[in-house]
């Protein structure tokens, strides 16, 4: 597995613990900044999941 994967899934987590505290809070900012997180982790990881298949052929 590509390191970018990795990455990309631990940049998920942390924008998803960002989203969640946000949204408890009532924290609009922090809110936006994991959901902004989450999508560059989503990004990060189809790059990995890319460089993955291009290996393999």
Known sequence: MDKDRTDGILEQAKGAVK??????????????EGKTDKAAGKVQNAVGGIKDALKED
């Open 19 to 32: 989203e969640a505290a946000g949204k408890i809070t009532g924290d609009a900012k922090l809110e936006a």
